[in-house]
């Protein structure tokens, strides 16, 4: 085995850089090993068919790939933490004479190495930034080889090892409340580039304050390996409507360090906004003996200011934040999310009125950043110093780096207005020590580091007020109605939080929701909460255990309580000019490792949509208030029976952004209601009404002007009494394309469905099928709380023959035959 002593190129490119050269995606023809090698050998030496090298067995698998696809929501284990190696052979066919090869990393956790061969060509410490590995010299070093061709037929072996292990000297902590995956998680691409190339291209986009002059200013660090000594750069600046606006042409003589390539002034500009984002495209061609490669980036123009003590600002109109975080995860893949998944989740987030988002919490897939771009939502970055303390010079290091990183690869998009510098920081227990003033000093580190590298944007924290007055803008922890106090108390807490620092933005707000749990008086646990105590989250609040009343302890983590609180949220935003805005936590249900015992178990279930882009009921609240498409929607689709006495007025609501709605009960009208945001619940929009013991039929028809939308839902109503739970059914109810619906109802003696009963149930399966669980959502997860008295699961039957299963506690198991 030959050894090759390979000089290699680490450094950072943008996506945009990337793919206006040669690239493509590395997707196919992957093998996967989740756990570590001996060495690099055990990766690459021969293998004969039986033999003891023939172990372990690897898997085939795609990119993007996560380590903890499924096992990051497996109710029985916790989620795999260590290394784990990936194989494929490469075809590389650099068409550059004396070009460079490249690896591209979207991001990769948590700590990467990379070979060719045996040879280590490059490593990176980071789940989240890009970074890119040259291989040219290891490639041709191994061309060079017998088994070049003799043992890879002409490939170009490349293994990378991933570990996500438990690493204090890290960030993020992994006391973080979501969880720290490892795998090839997003996009790894093959690059080919002349030897002088673009490294990055900055563009600073501005305009004056009433928009009608902007300017951009074009710099430039190249990639220079073989240090070429000059090259010409021409630069052409395309408008929103493909017209060429401005160009521009240099020959540089120097390549060294950031070169201001060209100051270009743009008459009015077309203003970038979240209603319509116009964007600019910055093409830049470079020529030089080596080759010539061009680079586009795109690019808006707009203003903001986040007024003292006042609201937010957007070329030089008011624009109220109404926004939300996401997480990198989603059911059955956890972190590897698809470019096509991604864009689904990012344009139902603006159909829900989105126009700002808080990227939780850490730097995100470069796809996200251009389809806030090109969809028009404002964002907030963040690097991922969350909770635990701090740590060493490593520790330091690394989040200088990524802070670094982040801003200067995402430093172009239009959409970014703020940059994060940390979450929770004031959440200690990674170090036997905490100290908050060397906190503080590496907060105000971080914050001159982001300053320097970008003065043009704001720097923020959420949830460390020690360090609030080092940050442009603070949001504290203001949880009304969950981890503390009633939702009313909302506008007050944060009235007074407002006074405290000078620019205010509250995110993270709302409370967990078990989706098609629903609840005929979902309220009732505020009885019991103390008020007038404030609403900021404190040490111990997100506790299902111990401590003071509390809805995310004592309620009843239903739809409907989580509709009410939201409701209460956005009808006070209506009537708050001084605030600048706030977003809602989070977008979509998202995997922890820190709560075992919700009701999906190991399932932050704060999201208006399930883990695998199932819309709950709080979707609709938020439309009715955020969006101008018309659009109605009676609460209830997922609640088959509600219940209570005969005669009971019951209430119906509707979330609807028309002016008015007639509600229809069995064909009957119910009367006209007009709509009024200040009308709570449901802005005026709810009836009382008596249904009818068994099946009820209730249609809305909204409308606005001539615009008429309907909606429609049909219900049992229940008016027997249950008692104790003492018997389980499991019935199939649908059957399609191979795919099988169970259901588990619980029963009293009398036969009588319990349908507030909340217990822990846990299927199981026999046979040829599988069930379709470790999904992370209220369909998909073997172990799961029970919704109104029944719960639901599929099972691929692979057609055959199988028995399904469901256990509760001291209630005699049910089975079903498929």
């Known amino acids: 085995m030959r050894k090759f002593q390979i000089i290699s190129f680490i450094f950072v490119l943008t996506i945009q850089t990337l793919f206006a050269q040669q690239s493509r995606r590395l997707i196919h023809n992957w093998q996967f090993l989740r756990q570590d090698l001996g060495g690099i050998w055990e990766a690459v030496r021969p293998v004969g068919s039986g033999n003891p090298e023939s172990v372990p067995l690897w898997q085939d698998v795609t990119l993007p790939h996560c380590f903890n696809a499924t096992d990051a929501v497996d109710p029985d284990v916790n989620y795999y933490q260590g290394p784990g190696w990936y194989r494929t052979g490469l075809t590389v066919n650099n068409p550059y004479s004396g070009g460079r090869t490249l690896l591209h990393f979207e991001g990769a956790g948590q700590k990467t190495e990379v070979y060719i061969y045996t040879t280590k060509v490059g490593s990176h410490v980071g789940g989240y930034d890009e970074w890119t590995v040259d291989i040219t010299d290891a490639v041709e070093a191994f061309k060079k080889t017998d088994v070049y061709q003799k043992q890879f037929k002409g490939k170009i072996p490349l293994s990378i090892r991933c570990d996500n292990s438990r690493d204090l000297e890290m960030i993020p902590s992994d006391l973080s409340d979501f969880n720290l995956y490892g795998g090839l998680y997003r996009y790894l691409n093959l690059v080919y580039v002349p030897s002088l190339s673009f490294d ?213 998009h239009p959409s970014v207005i703020i940059w994060g510098l940390g979450n929770e920081n004031d959440w200690p227990g990674d170090f036997p020590e905490f100290d908050k003033e060397k906190i503080r000093t590496f907060m105000k580190e971080q914050n001159d580091l982001a300053h320097r590298l970008d003065p043009s944007r704001k720097t923020a924290i959420r949830r460390c007020d020690f360090c609030k007055d080092i940050v442009d803008v603070y949001s504290p ?139 709950k009921e709080a979707y609709y609240v938020f439309q009715s208030y955020w969006t101008d498409k018309l659009m109605a929607h009676i609460y209830g689709h997922t609640w088959p029976v509600r219940w209570g006495d005969a005669g009971e007025e019951k209430l119906i609501k509707v979330y609807s952004n028309c002016t008015e709605a007639e509600l229809f009960l069995n064909g009957k009208s119910c009367g006209i209601k007009k709509r009024n945001s200040q009308d709570y619940p449901a802005a005026g929009l709810r009836w009382n009404l008596v249904f009818n013991p068994g099946e009820n039929h209730v249609k809305v028809v909204a409308k606005k002007g001539k615009t008429v939308v309907q909606d429609e839902i049909t219900f049992r109503y229940q008016t027997e009494k249950w008692g104790k739970p003492a018997k389980m059914t499991l019935q199939k109810i649908a059957d399609e394309n191979g795919i099988a619906t169970v259901e588990v109802k619980l029963f009293d003696a009398n036969a009588v469905q319990c349908l507030d009963a909340t217990n822990w149930v846990r299927f199981g399966l026999a046979g040829d099928g599988s069930l379709i669980d470790d999904q992370g959502t209220s369909d998909g997860s073997r172990k799961v709380q029970l919704y109104n008295g029944r719960a639901i699961i599929r099972v691929k039957t692979n057609g055959g023959r199988s028995t399904v299963s469901v256990q509760s506690e001291g209630i005699p198991t049910a089975f079903v035959n498929l």
């Not at 073989?226 to 240099?250: F, M, Q, R, Y």
Request: charged share 25%; with cysteine.
């Open 200 to 412: 990055k291209l900055f563009v600073h986009a501005e305009t004056d304050a009433a928009g009608k002059n902007g300017s951009l200013s074009v710099r430039a660090r190249f990639y220079n390996p073989l240090n070429a000594k000059s090259a010409h750069v021409a630069i052409h600046v395309i408008d929103p409507n493909g017209k060429t606006v401005a160009v521009s042409e240099n020959t540089l003589d120097n390549l060294s360090g950031d070169i201001t390539l060209k100051n270009i002034a743009i008459k009015k500009p077309a203003l970038w906004h979240p209603d319509h984002p116009e964007l600019y495209t910055v093409e830049a061609r470079l020529s030089a003996a080596s080759g010539e490669v061009t680079q586009r980036e795109k690019i808006g123009f707009r203003n903001f200011q986040f007024v003292d003590y006042g609201p937010f600002m957007l070329n030089g109109k008011r624009l109220l934040l109404r926004g939300t975080h996401r997480h990198e995860d989603h059911a059955g893949v956890a972190a590897a999310m698809t470019e096509d998944m991604i864009r689904t989740e990012m344009k139902m987030m603006k159909e829900m009125g989105v126009n700002f988002i808080r990227l939780a919490h850490y730097q995100q897939s470069p796809i996200v950043l251009n389809l806030c771009d090109s969809l028009g939502i404002l964002v907030w970055e963040e690097e991922p110093w969350c909770r635990g303390g701090l740590g060493g010079d490593v520790y330091k290091n690394q989040a200088r780096r990524m802070l670094t990183n982040m801003i200067e690869q995402h430093y172009n």
């Open 477 to 615: 922890s203001i949880w009304a109605g969950w981890y503390r106090g009633i939702y009313t108390e909302y506008k007050e807490v944060s009235e007074q939080e407002f006074k405290t620092v000078k620019h205010f933005l509250h995110v993270e707000w709302g409370g967990d929701s078990h989706a098609r749990r629903h609840s005929e008086n979902p309220d009732k646990a505020l009885m019991n909460i103390k008020s007038g105590d404030g609403a900021d989250e404190r040490a111990g609040d997100a506790s299902l255990y111990g401590g003071a009343a509390r809805v995310s302890k004592d309620g009843d983590w239903s739809e409907s309580y989580i509709c009410n609180l939201i409701d209460w949220h956005l009808k006070e935003q209506e009537t708050m000019p001084w605030l600048t805005g706030s977003a809602y936590w989070p977008f979509k249900d998202f995997s922890t490792p820190v709560r075992p015992d919700n009701p999906v178990p190991y399932v932050n279930q704060k999201g208006v949509i399930e883990r695998d882009f199932t819309k």
